[in-house]
């Protein structure tokens, strides 16, 4: 069975732009979170999804938004960019309704580089 | 002000004893805790995972351990491994209303040495 698979792997942007990252779930898998990590700030959660709904979601502003799809593929976009975005993008599925209660399954995340 | 503390940055333990990793909460409301691996260049990995009805969850060589009282978890693995060397996060759900949120330790380097 095939793992989480992010894309793309790496990514540069610049100040002001937005950017949509995409995830593809482990089959049959129906829930889907989106991770930020950072040196400074660890591993911080931002949202996360189940058939196709927005069940929770971290402390992250407006910038930061999500969506997932019929098929279970997810898709984060981030807009109005800052220097502060840089980052490592983690996205996790689970065959549970929430990573918050069952094992997530990482892939390898999108690294995202803003200047 | 970080409610999940993984006051360890690093530990170094020889092959064959007990690791024991560590980690403190501020949240009284916090209703189930995961221990996660991550090694380099790879996403966190699931080991285990405890509800806060409950004070032990034991798989394998990896047990945790819940101090209600104390706001503390540990994780540990009994015997190490030289391949459990990895950086170890633990991380809390917690609620307000209908919306949830997991908050991640900043995460323990485990080293196992031969």
């Known amino acids: 069975k095939a793992g989480v698979t992010q894309t793309p792997r790496y990514l540069i942007k610049t100040r002001g732009q937005q950017v949509t990252l995409s995830c593809s779930p482990i089959s049959g898998h129906r829930s889907v979170s989106w991770y930020q990590q950072t040196p400074g700030q660890g591993l911080q959660f931002l949202f996360e999804y189940f058939s196709e709904t927005q069940r929770n979601k971290g402390n992250f502003p407006g910038r930061f938004s999500g969506r997932q799809f019929s098929n279970s593929r997810s898709e984060m976009n981030v807009s109005t960019l800052e220097l502060g975005d840089s980052a490592l993008y983690l996205c996790a599925s689970s065959l549970g309704p929430s990573g918050m209660y069952n094992e997530q399954f990482f892939g390898p995340g999108t690294r995202l580089t803003v200047l | 002000d970080q409610q999940v503390k993984q006051n360890s940055p690093s530990l170094s333990v020889q092959e064959g004893r007990i690791s024991i990793l560590n980690c403190d909460y501020t949240?009284?409301?916090?209703?189930?805790f995961l221990w996660y691996k991550k090694y380099p260049a790879e996403g966190p990995t699931f080991l285990i995972s405890?509800?806060?009805?409950?004070d032990k969850n034991e798989d394998g060589r990896f047990t945790v351990f819940l101090n209600k009282s104390a706001k503390h978890l540990s994780l540990h693995i009994v015997p190490s491994q030289p391949g459990d060397s990895a950086v170890y996060f633990c991380a809390a759900s917690a609620w307000e209303g209908s919306q949830g949120n997991l908050i991640f330790g900043k995460g323990t380097k485990l080293s196992v040495k031969p």
């Open positions: 949240n009284s409301m916090f209703d189930y």
């Open positions: 405890i509800s806060s009805i409950k």
